[in-house]
Nanobody, 116 residues
Framework: QVQLAESGGGLVQPGESLRLSCAAS????????MGWYRQAPGKEREFVAL???????NYADSVKGRFTISRDNGKNTVSLQMNSLKPSDTAVYYC??????????WGQGTQVTVSP
């Protein structure tokens, strides 16, 4: 089984920063990619960023240059540094991991609200 624990969401003003973290625990799996999706009210869940075990990163166009994803392979953690936040970044952010044996697993989500 894989458990994902997310942290770091909150309420900030436009232009401010937040850092999200996600830790994967459990046994019997090997993680390939880790990353984040988000879902705003009334909208579908959308891709935000991912990072592979080899360090390759990919970002949604809407967050390029503002968000930075990183991971610690030894600790099975992934972080998302979010700078220059906009109201349009308001959403529930979901961590995911892609494992070799168990497929994709999701975290429970953490709320990010950007409001004056």
């Amino acid at each position: 089984q894989v458990q994902l624990a997310e942290s770091g969401g909150g309420l900030v003003q436009p232009g401010e920063s937040l850092r999200l973290s996600c830790a994967a625990s459990g046994g019997g799996f090997s993680i390939e990619a880790m990353g984040w999706y988000r879902q705003a009210p009334g909208k579908e869940r959308e891709f935000v960023a991912l990072i592979t075990s080899g360090g390759f990163t990919n970002y949604a166009d809407s967050v390029k240059g503002r968000f930075t994803i990183s991971r610690d392979n030894g600790k099975n953690t992934v972080s998302l540094q979010m700078n220059s936040l906009k109201p349009s970044d308001t959403a529930v952010y979901y961590c995911f991991v892609d494992t070799t044996m168990l497929g994709r697993k999701w975290g429970q989500g953490t709320q990010v609200t950007v409001s004056p």
